[in-house]
């Protein structure tokens, strides 16, 4: 039985709280939350819980793993502690705004041999374990661009800009979807309610294989929108997670590329457009946060890397690093190091 204590209870936390209160596997010990008030709704709640005001106490409590799930500015502090307490963690996404910090964490956990995991809950989505494996068997093809939104009025947020806090789930969809990772970024987008924070944005991120991904991600839009469209040179397939019954759509739909070129090297004219079926599948509603603690459990037990590693963390986060840089330079392409390049400089343990 590993006993687990949960840091931030605002929106997220009490979902952590609630998952780890269920699991057969884990006993949700502690509890702790600068507010007072939010922790008397978990004792009312959960009255076996401990409650605290102050991480050191839950540190210093009867936990063996420690989820983190306050503001991002907050995890890697955080974090330090638990890993310096031998706590294993698992932080909320976005690890941190700085891939040197994600590589500190990683390094630690290996120096003390503790798990590190991060919140990449979309990672343990039914959908997108049902998109991986519909893009990596060659059912669509070679895909050609991948084009997300992840739209509604808010949730704004003081302490972190709409890429930090929208983007990571988008961009780590796209990175299990094609197992691969960009080579270039750029992002523009603007500010209209806090100078100091961008509320609207648009990320491109080009793969080696030539893919295109764009990701649109906004705290100003009239309506909540959670789609990513995969366009393949077989089939086409649409995800939309705001749907509760029909979350992907198939399009066998195409053009049906000539085999012969003509005399400028271009693929006869006019194109041979395929219209075929369109295949809803069946897709599990199991709750992708609850698939994420049993696993972040199961990790501990087992002493394996988590599927959305310290390694995970750090892809998300140097590639934001670079959206931000471009951001702010007018929507400039920046080149990427590959994740497994900058942990190997960094003498982190990989695998
Ligand atoms: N995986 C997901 O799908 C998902 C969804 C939403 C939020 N998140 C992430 O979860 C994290 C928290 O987001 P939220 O929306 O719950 O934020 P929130 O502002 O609603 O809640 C944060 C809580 O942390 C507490 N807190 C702040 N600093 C603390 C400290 N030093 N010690 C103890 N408590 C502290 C605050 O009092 C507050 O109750 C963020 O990293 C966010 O990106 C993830």
Same mark, same amino acid.
């Given at each position: 039985m590993v006993n687990v204590g949960v840091i931030g209870c605002g929106y997220w936390g009490p979902k952590h709280v609630r998952n780890f209160h269920e699991l057969e596997e884990a006993q949700l010990t502690m509890v702790c939350d600068l507010d007072e008030d939010r922790l008397e709704r978990v004792k009312t709640q959960y009255p076996y819980v401990e409650t605290a005001l102050n991480p050191k106490d839950l540190l210093r409590g009867n936990v063996d793993a420690v989820v983190i799930a306050t503001p991002v500015g907050t995890h890697y502090q955080l974090a330090k502690k638990a890993l310096l307490h031998d706590k294993h963690v698992l932080i909320e996404k976005p690890v941190s705004t700085s891939s040197r910090e994600v590589l500190d964490l990683i390094e630690l956990a290996d120096k003390r041999n503790l798990i590190v995991m991060v919140g990449h809950t979309y990672e343990y989505h039914p959908a997108v374990d049902f998109l991986r494996e519909l893009v990596q068997s060659g059912? =669509?093809?070679? &895909?050609y661009n991948i084009d997300a939104s992840r739209l509604n009025l808010g949730l704004f947020r003081p302490d972190a800009n709409v890429l930090w806090d929208l983007a990571p789930h988008d961009i780590c969809i796209v990175l299990s979807l094609l197992d691969d990772e960009p080579i270039e970024v750029s992002a523009r987008g603007s500010h209209h &309610?806090?100078?100091? =924070?961008?509320?609207v944005a648009y990320i491109e991120l080009l793969f080696a294989s030539g893919t295109m991904c764009n990701v649109h991600v906004s705290w100003l839009h009239p309506r909540k929108i959670r789609e990513l469209t995969i366009v393949g040179s077989k089939k086409m397939a649409v995800y939309d997670d705001v749907s509760e019954a029909e979350k992907i759509h198939i399009y066998d739909k195409g053009l049906a590329v000539a085999a012969s070129t003509n005399n400028n090297g271009f693929a006869t004219w006019p194109p041979n457009y395929h219209y075929g079926d369109v295949v809803i599948p069946f897709i599990t509603n199991a709750e992708p946060l609850k698939l994420e603690c049993s696993h972040f459990i199961q990790s501990i037990v087992e002493g394996i890397k988590p599927r959305s590693d310290g390694l995970a963390g750090l892809r998300v986060t140097s590639i934001l690093e670079a959206a931000n840089r471009s951001l702010l330079n007018g929507g400039e392409r920046e080149k990427l190091t590959p994740t497994r390049t900058i942990a190997e400089a960094s003498k982190a343990t990989i695998s």
């Open positions: 059912e =669509l093809g070679d &895909i &309610i806090d100078p100091h =924070l961008c509320d």
